[in-house]
């Protein structure tokens, strides 16, 4: 039973272009969590999604980030026109149930985005 | 609103010894979850333990336990023996129902065992 896979492991762009971070759920699960981590800082949460749904997306900036997680496929985290300060570390993670406090969350191994 | 607090930014601590690191919560929802994680330097985000708000004793995993004193709002991690390989960052966070089942991670410790 693979774990939460995130690709790229590492990403380098340089400022203004996109970068798009893909997020593989474990099997059997429908709730995906992004979240961000600047160095020596904890992991801040981003948006929470659902199959074709965002449940909580206040921690996303209004501006230039955006997530999906289709019915088909990974959950995509896309940022537009990269700044040097979205360099950071972004986590995927997720769990298989809805409104359970004690469940715990599955992460992947982060995908390290560099801008130049 | 849900929040995690780690006051100790660094720890050191001889092989062997016992360590404790230290966590405050604060949320207003009487049933929420309180999570430790290990993150080595490779990145990696390890599950390491879990205590609900209405469990009655303790959790233990291994060499981990969580001294859970809810009436402080507490949730300490405790590693006994510690070994060179527990040298890493260490999270607390926190989970409850008003917060959209989201994870609140606190700042962290990195924790350091000497030889």
């Known amino acids: 039973n693979a774990g939460v896979m995130q690709n790229p492991r590492h990403l380098v762009r340089r400022r203004g272009q996109e970068a798009r971070l893909r997020c593989s759920p474990m099997?059997?699960?429908?709730?995906v969590y992004w979240y961000r981590q600047l160095p020596e800082e904890g992991l801040k949460f981003m948006v929470y999604?659902?199959?074709?749904?965002?449940?909580?997306e206040s921690g996303m900036p209004k501006e230039r980030f955006s997530a999906e997680f289709p019915k088909e496929g990974p959950s995509i985290l896309r940022i537009q026109q990269v700044v040097r300060g979205d360099s950071a570390a972004y986590f995927c993670a997720s769990s298989p149930a809805d409104r359970v406090a004690h469940e715990k969350l599955f992460f992947g191994s982060g995908t390290q985005l560099s801008v130049l | 609103a849900q929040k995690i607090t780690q006051t100790q930014p660094g720890m050191f601590v001889q092989e062997k010894e016992a360590v404790t690191l230290d966590c405050t919560y604060d949320t207003s929802d009487p049933s929420y979850g309180l999570f430790w994680y290990k993150q080595p330097s490779s990145g990696e985000m390890i599950f390491l333990i879990y205590q609900g708000s209405y469990d009655q004793q303790n959790a233990t995993e291994g060499r981990y336990s969580l001294n859970f004193q809810k009436a402080r709002k507490s949730a300490n991690l405790v590693i006994s023996a510690s070994q060179l390989g527990d040298s890493a960052m260490y999270f607390c966070a926190m989970r409850d129902l008003q917060g959209a089942q989201k994870l609140v991670f606190g700042q962290g410790t990195r924790l350091t065992i000497n030889p």
């Open positions: 099997k059997g699960h429908s709730h």
């Open positions: 999604l659902q199959k074709e749904n965002i449940i909580d």
